[in-house]
């Protein structure tokens, strides 16, 4: 620190000359610290500048070691607790806004960044900190001034070495009487843009124009809170361009706008965003957009009754939601959707459809508006006026590109709005498509974008990490809801460490049609969501919870959905992809917590989609494949997938415990027959084996059928009959009531009795069968082709006659054999002579020594056939074992082997293995002491000494690697690390350290708990 800062803080300076060792550079000499030193002497190494001193005496005179005074390229620290006023310091530490003054708390932070942007770019390659108080601090304008936007936008590549580190200690940054939402800019980006108009502002706002240049590290928690108010509350921060950041611990919350926005970064980690609150979306109700948050709702059927005068005649035909009315989803009542048929008062509407139940003071909402657009035109039509100025707002449109953009593949335009009257907006950017009635939002708690004045720029958000979010709307009033997060024009985003992306319920408070969506997707490739939580939201009879558009979709999602579906217009996914995308490949593996509603449907398709972009199933092993891999070509389906179709997309279905061989078509679920067909015209054809939900009802996929002549290729998997058409409701039977057959003359013939225990079908006054709850009971003998016709009679799925060979058993049980042959060539032997293997039969054997690669099995010596895995592969060395039975079905043209999952132990670990290839080793390591190296710092926290980890079992290809490190039983502070590695490979993870995440220098013992999947064969 120069004299003159000593001297700004009221300190005397004593001005001296101090002799220092020294090493010169050049002539191949190194940074860091000497090989010896006296005690207290003093050196200085003029490679890296670092100073070093030696401490203690060995009783020679010789230092018994060297400890640093000054690391090398230490930051100059800058603090901002010097340049703010004595009166707003004090309230700030007292955690006092409202007396604070916002106007001179505002200019001393702009003038402290100011001071720190002067001396960052006097030279590339330095490096500043800028520290915050923990403290409450009340703004009325942007953190930076214009001079500090118009210099980082000035920062060009020779920065590539320069460091910005933002140490923010938990400040809370406030919005108090903030001036304008939106403002005219005459810095940086807008200024090199040649924009005019007034776009909207940020609390933190940090906008470069260079690309892979430099990125902020963000260090310790920090606060941006809004308040509250949609005419004036700006956005909470921007971060555009910024390469190889960190963001850690940002809580945004209360700002009816965008929490956080990226545009145009890469290479970043934003770790436990904690964005609540944040956003805003008018609904149809008109006027400011919003329902009042005290009015209530009752029905009696399909009339509903406000508990305040709401309603106009303008609202007739428009949609509503009336919460908890709709049918129960396991845990709760969901919320039941219907055009309004009339507006009986003031305080009074009917219904055009009768909700589930009768509901008392419950919460109500109309949809989200939408909007229509014009080719060309950078006016836009919005479904319902809004009162409320939406000048000076980002909107995102989903579905109708951008005039300067000529790609069919990218579908949505983020613009800013600079004119707004009724129900007509006007953009800075214009729609390159005609389209009608599409998603539009003003505000969103993330919001990763290429914003439209950035057409020309090529870059994409890219491989960036987000690590244990939460994006809530749980507690946000009712005038600021809106969707969840927008993802465009972003490459390789991997949100991790259960994110949660949380939506508005429709329990709590009205307006939750703001919601409509969770998660907005355009040019998005290579998104992965493995293990979030998708809780509410989805409240449209127009789109649904996760909506992709443009033609660029590459995603990967998975978790649980929680309270879901919200209402029986419900749609997971809306799907609007052009027709002939580059790219259209959605995974889902979400595993939800609530049964399925009547009405409510896992996609619904937009008026440019295709069926079959969507793939959804319950599955671990589709959940921990990566997008890219290869298992979403289209000639490729997924593995033996199990469960409820239900539960694989579809809630409308009453299939359950199905196990189906192929591809479950999402595309189809809940649509029409009218669509399917109309999905043939347009080129669908069914895969083969397939199976398809269409109204309800299971169809599967069948090469060359003619079943159904408008959609070739698809016949029914039920049973229909001719002669009788019945409308749903069916039949209804009470006890003691019967359906009966009759002559003529009008003697009954047959019948079928029900009562409260059983059903029995009588034929010529003989019980022939009765179905009970404890079983099947038959009068009679069993004859025709449901029964064996001869004692070698092998066909599938006939009943066994007694006498006849138990070989007849082709499916199951598996029949044990005698085994023999070689470990990669077995011969069994049945018994009984066969000549001919039935497709569907199945062995079980105990091999004597396990394979050392591919295999055959010869059966009664019918011939040598391959034998592959569960997953159609070729045997994997030891996937047959000694110490269990192997389970051998015969598909017709391959031995498809079993294998149980195989458990195991050794001193590196446990291990699990299943039949599919999946691999978990886990282990659970003492790193040892947690300040071992470094210094404490941000720039050298403390750490173990690196330490490596040999899997249990070996994997096929380098697994993924994950863990935790920790001490039980410390404080907090003391027990925070995260663990890192440099690299991994088949057999070994290898230079893994737990870095503390404080500046506490109390030693502990530290304990990591290792995990790597992958694949084993």
């Known amino acids: 620190m120069g004299a003159h800062h000593f001297r700004r803080l009221g300190m005397s300076v004593i001005e001296a000359t101090i002799r220092l060792k020294q090493r010169l550079a050049g002539g191949g000499a190194v940074g860091g610290a000497p090989a010896a030193l006296a005690t207290s002497e003093l050196f200085y190494n003029h490679v890296d500048h670092s100073v070093w001193v030696g401490r203690g005496d060995n009783g020679s005179g010789v230092a018994t070691s060297i400890e640093p005074l000054v690391r090398a390229a230490e930051p100059t620290v800058f603090r901002l607790v010097d340049y703010l006023h004595p009166a707003d ?35 590339p390659g330095r490096r500043v900190q800028t520290v915050y108080p923990a403290a409450a601090l009340a703004l009325n304008g942007e953190m930076f001034s214009e001079a500090f936007a118009t210099a980082l936008w000035n920062l060009g590549p020779g920065y590539n070495d320069s460091l910005w580190i933002f140490d923010w200690n938990g400040v809370r940054w406030c919005a108090k009487s903030w001036i304008a939402r939106s403002s ?110 005290d009015v209530t709702f009752t029905n009696v059927g399909n009339v509903v009754t406000a508990s305040q005068p709401v309603f106009e005649s303008g609202h007739a035909g428009l949609g509503f939601f009336l919460g908890n009315a709709g049918p129960r989803s396991t845990q709760l009542y969901t919320a039941h959707y219907s055009a309004i048929a009339s507006v009986d ?63 069919d593949n990218v579908g949505a335009l983020f613009a800013v709005v600079t004119a707004h009257s009724g129900n007509q907006i006007t953009l800075a950017h214009a729609p390159r498509l005609t389209r009608s009635n599409i998603p539009i939002t003003f505000g969103v708690p993330l919001a990763m974008v290429r914003a439209a004045e950035n057409y020309s720029v090529g870059a994409r958000n890219n491989d960036i990490t987000i690590v244990n979010a939460r994006l809530a709307h749980n507690t946000t009033p009712s005038d600021g809801i809106s969707p969840v997060a927008i993802i465009q024009h972003t490459s390789e985003v991997s949100f991790l460490g259960g994110s949660k992306f949380h939506g508005a319920s429709s329990r709590r408070k009205n307006n939750f049609g703001s919601g409509f969506a969770n998660i907005l997707m355009d040019g998005a490739t290579l998104v992965r969501g493995l293990e979030i939580s998708m809780t509410h939201g989805g409240f449209s009879s127009r789109f649904g919870n996760i909506i992709q558009t443009g033609g660029f979709i590459e995603s990967h999602l998975g978790g649980a959905q929680v309270i879901f579906p919200e209402s029986n217009v419900t749609a997971t996914f809306y799907d609007d992809t052009i027709a002939n995308p580059r790219a259209a490949r959605t995974k889902s593996g979400f595993v939800r917590t609530d049964g399925r509603v009547p009405g ?103 090469t060359g059928a003619t079943d159904f002549p408008s959609t070739p290729g698809l016949v029914w998997r039920g049973y229909k009959t001719n002669a009788i058409t019945l409308a749903a409701p069916a039949i209804t039977l009470g006890s003691g009531q019967r359906i009966s057959w009759q002559t003529s003359g009008d003697v009954e013939q047959a019948y079928l009795l029900a009562n409260a225990t059983q059903i029995d079908a009588v034929v010529g006054g003989a019980n022939a069968l009765r179905v009970t709850s404890g079983g099947v009971q038959v009068t009679g003998l069993m004859t025709g082709t449901a029964v064996t016709q001869s004692t070698v009679d092998t066909t599938a799925n006939r009943l066994l006659r007694v006498g006849a060979s138990p070989l007849q058993l082709s499916a199951s049980p598996a029949l044990r054999v005698t085994v023999g042959g070689t470990a990669n060539a077995r011969t069994l032997t049945s018994g009984a002579g066969l000549t001919s293997i039935p497709v569907g039969l199945q062995l079980r054997f105990r091999a004597p020594a396990v394979n050392t690669g591919a295999a055959t099995i010869n059966l009664d010596g019918l011939g040598a056939q391959p034998c592959v895995t569960v997953t159609g592969a070729a045997l994997p060395a030891g996937y047959i074992r000694t110490d269990r039975d192997t389970v051998a079905l015969w598909d017709g043209t391959n031995w498809v082997l079993g294998r149980e999952i195989e458990t195991g132990s050794n001193a590196n670990g446990a291990y699990t293995r299943f039949a599919n290839g999946l691999q978990i080793c886990r282990q659970t390591i003492s790193a040892g002491s947690g300040i071992a190296v470094g210094y404490g710092t941000l720039a050298d926290p403390y750490a173990t000494v690196a330490f490596n980890w040999t899997f249990p079992a070996a994997f096929a290809a380098a697994p993924e690697f994950t863990g935790s490190a920790g001490f039980d039983g410390a404080t907090l502070n003391n027990r925070m690390f995260s663990l890192t590695h440099r690299a991994t490979s088949t057999t070994s993870a290898t230079g893994i350290n737990a870095v503390r995440l404080s500046s506490s220098s109390v030693d502990v013992s530290v304990t990591a708990r290792v995990t790597a999947v992958g694949n084993w064969y």
């Open 184 to 293: 005219v800019r005459s810095s940086g980006l807008y200024a090199a843009r040649g924009i005019a108009y007034a776009v909207p502002q940020c609390m933190f706002r940090w906008e470069q124009n260079a690309l892979r240049t430099l990125g902020p590290i963000m260090h310790g928690r920090v606060f941006f809170e809004g308040e509250g108010n949609p005419a004036t509350d700006p956005i909470g921060m921007k971060i555009r361009a910024a390469n190889t950041f960190l963001i850690d611990a940002p809580f945004i919350r209360d700002l009816r706008n965008y929490g956080l926005i990226m545009e145009a970064s890469q290479n970043g980690t934003v770790v436990a965003p904690d964005v609540v609150n944040c956003g805003y979306q008018p609904t149809e109700f008109g006027g400011a957009g919003f329902l009042p948050s």
């Open 600 to 702: 409510a449907v896992a996609v619904r398709l937009g008026p440019n989609a295709a069926p079959g972009r969507i793939v959804a199933a319950n599955s671990i092993d589709i959940a921990l494949r990566g997008v890219g891999d290869g298992a979403e070509d289209d000639d490729t389906p997924p593995d033996l997938l199990t469960g409820a179709l239900s539960q694989k997309g579809d809630f409308s279905t009453d299939l359950d415990d199905v196990l189906v061989r192929g591809d479950l078509f999402a595309g189809a679920y809940g649509s029409t027959l009218a669509q399917a067909a109309a999905a043939a015209t347009a080129g669908w054809v069914p895969r083969n084996n397939a199976v398809y939900v269409i109204e309800g009802l299971p169809y599967r996929g069948s």
């Open 345 to 407: 008062g003031p305080s009074q509407i009917t219904l055009a459809t009768t909700p589930f139940r009768n509901v008392t003071d419950t919460t109500g909402s109309f949809e989200a508006v939408a909007a229509s657009t014009t080719a060309g035109s950078t006016t836009v039509i919005l479904s319902r006026s809004v009162s409320t100025s939406l000048v000076g707002r980002y909107a995102y449109l989903a579905g109708c590109g951008q005039t300067e953009i000529a790609d």
């Open 89 to 123: 310091l004090a309230l700030a530490y007292a955690g006092v806004t409202a007396t604070q003054d916002q106007t001179r708390v505002t200019q001393a932070v702009q003038t402290f960044h100011d001071a720190a942007m002067a001396y960052f770019t006097g030279a």
